[in-house]
């Protein structure tokens, strides 16, 4: 494309399918344990 | 639902339903500011007489591009794929521990949630005898789940080492029987770092959060020792050396807390920096309002430009080859969670759960203390599932916030404990944690787009 850019597609809807294993890491255990973001984890499967 | 911003030369539409990012030149993120959902399979003319400024065949063709992101599912997506339903956890399995190996603690900060480490209930470390039957009651209740996290957490769990070391032995010894995996994670303040303990958390620890707040009198003002003197000099040389000795693969944070009295605190993510960390977090303080040091609305522009200038420190430091990262400013937009993990969040009060040194059970550590949220005991095995249903039925679709927001696949709804000590309501969002929430994430994916243009 000559006007856009992207820089991820629709991967979350991908995920929908595979999703849920519950394996990964929980949010607040990794640094926060006051606030809260989940999109910097990682999915185990990507690992 | 899209989300449009710009910064620094740099235009974004995110597509918040199918959770693609896209850079527009200006012509295109002027389209896109006068189209919705409802797109025309030609541009319509009053888009172009609208964008008089470019020429029109520029504007059509953008709209053009706009509309094959659409028809590929990559712009004004339906969340219609995503069936609630079907992601609320039935049966709850615990994965994931806080272990309050120590309600008592060697420093005295100022602003600890954790009422210098009591919670409010007495000084004290927590027998063996009780993580035992902690481990014991992660390992019954976490059904098919392999990996099971133990967060030696406190108070100062540096303090109940013996606890520490007889856990990890433990949990070690049941793992082929019972076919698990157990990853370790402490945090610590570091006052009684030595030698063996560094090397045995190198050893044995996944994950090692290290409290530090930045700058020597930022840190000092609030992390005092029992006897009122500052923590940095003491604290630092011990983090080096648990750092400079850890293998790179095994993750760490230095991690710093930020109140009103430091709003400039990108210079003290620097100065974390500078220290020889390179895997930093430095965080808002959860502090009860008007306690003098709370963060409020009028903090917001000061707050919001201060991680506007650690963005460009990042990108700088990345060019002079001396990167470091940032908690709040990493997101994986290929590899990141999946959307069920995004739906629900933390998983507090159902697969997530604090247990304190008398081996009682509560949804995550920040409920610790607050009686109604008493979900049972290690003692007896007991958990509360009227408890647990309730948290695991929270999710970004349940909170009236979210459902308008374009963050909430980011964020997950937030935290249900700022929720609740602020609004008195797990599902009513914390508007100050949303709007630096909301900041940061822009900061992080402008990042990946400054990291990709720099790359190409």
């Known amino acids: 494309m000559k006007h856009v850019s992207t820089l991820t597609s629709a991967t979350l809807k991908q995920t929908a399918a595979h999703g849920g294993c519950g394996e990964c890491q929980t949010s607040c255990q990794s640094a926060c344990k006051t606030s809260c973001t989940v999109a910097n984890q990682k999915c185990e499967h990507a690992k | 639902m899209i989300h449009r911003y710009q910064k620094n030369g740099l235009n974004f539409v995110l597509d918040v339903n199918s959770g693609a990012v896209h850079v527009l030149d200006d012509i295109s993120y002027a389209v896109s500011g006068l189209i919705d959902e409802n797109m025309a399979d030609t541009c319509p003319q009053q888009i172009v007489d609208e964008l008089s400024q470019y020429p029109a065949e520029e504007v059509r063709e953008a709209y053009d591009e706009l509309l094959e992101l659409k028809k590929a599912g990559q712009l004004f997506a339906e969340d219609d794929y995503i069936d609630v339903s079907k992601y609320i956890p039935v049966g709850a399995p615990v994965k994931a521990l806080c272990l309050h190996v120590a309600h008592d603690c060697n420093l005295r900060c100022k602003y600890c949630f954790a009422s210098t480490g009591d919670f409010g209930q007495g000084r004290k470390i927590m027998p063996p005898e009780i993580a035992q039957k902690a481990i014991d009651f992660v390992i019954a ?184 990262s940032f908690f709040h400013f990493m997101v994986d937009l290929d590899q990141g969670p999946c959307v069920v993990k995004r739906l629900r969040g933390c998983g507090a009060g159902y697969e997530y759960v604090a247990v304190t040194p008398d081996g009682d059970i509560y949804p995550c550590h920040q409920f610790v203390g607050k009686d109604e949220f008493k979900q049972g005991s290690v003692l007896d095995q007991s958990f509360d599932m009227e408890i647990a249903t309730k948290f695991a039925g929270m999710n970004i679709y349940t909170r009236p916030k979210c459902q308008k927001c374009w963050a909430k696949f980011y964020c997950s709804g937030g935290c249900s404990a700022a929720n609740y000590n602020m609004n008195h309501d797990m599902n009513d969002s914390y508007d100050l944690g949303c709007e630096m929430e909301r900041k940061r994430l822009e900061c992080a994916i402008y990042l990946k787009a400054a990291e990709k243009i720099c790359a190409d």
């Open chain 2, 141 to 324: 209740r976490s059904g098919k789940r392999h990996n099971i996290e133990v967060d030696f957490f406190g108070g100062e769990p540096l303090m109940a080492w013996d606890t520490v070391v007889q856990t990890v032995d433990y949990a070690r010894s049941l793992e082929e029987k019972f076919n698990k995996k157990f990853r370790f994670t402490i945090t610590t303040n570091g006052l009684l770092l030595d030698e063996d303990k560094r090397a045995y958390i190198n050893e044995n620890m996944d994950n090692v959060v290290l409290s530090l707040d930045g700058r020597p009198s930022v840190n000092d003002e609030f992390r005092k020792t029992v006897s009122g003197t500052g923590s940095y000099d003491v604290i630092v040389p011990k983090f080096k050396a648990l750092v400079d000795a850890r293998d790179p693969q095994k993750d760490y944070y230095a991690r710093g807390t930020f109140t009103s009295h430091n709003l400039d605190f990108a210079d003290d993510v620097v100065h974390i920096a500078d220290a020889g960390f390179d895997r930093l977090s430095v965080e808002p303080v959860t502090a009860d309002p008007g306690c003098g040091y709370d963060l409020t609305e009028a903090d917001l522009p000061k707050i919001e430009a201060e991680y506007d200038r650690l963005t460009e420190i990042m990108l700088e430091r990345r060019k002079a080859g001396k990167p470091f």
